[in-house]
């Protein structure tokens, strides 16, 4: 019991010195400006992205459509039509006529 109560005092000295100390750090938090605080953009940088975005979309419309093409590495390696056939069974004796055993 007496250990108990040395623990504990020790406990609370240890929060009474260890308090004061953490409340100052977290008080002094920076103030972080999220907002851009630069002008926007002009009419002319407007009608340049403008301009270039419509040049990528259309530079997108002349890729080929590749979904006539297989996508399977291993398509040339494989038979078109693979048979469906079971795995054969694997053939054993254990036990029975006619078998014997030699140790």
């Given at each position: 019991m007496k250990l108990w109560g040395v623990l504990a005092a020790a406990a609370a000295v240890t929060l009474a010195i260890a308090g004061p100390a953490v409340r100052p750090a977290q008080a002094q938090t920076p103030h972080v400006n999220l907002l851009s605080?630069?002008?926007?953009?002009?009419q002319e940088e407007k009608d340049a992205d403008a301009a270039r975005?419509?040049?990528?979309?259309?530079?997108?419309?002349?890729?080929p459509d590749s979904q006539a093409v297989s996508n399977d590495p291993w398509g040339s390696v494989r038979a078109a039509e693979t048979p469906a056939k079971p795995a054969p069974k694997a053939k054993t004796k254990v036990g029975g006529a006619g078998t014997t055993r030699t140790n």
């Open positions: 605080d630069t002008p926007s953009k002009t975005d419509k040049a990528y979309r259309d530079s997108l419309r002349k890729i």
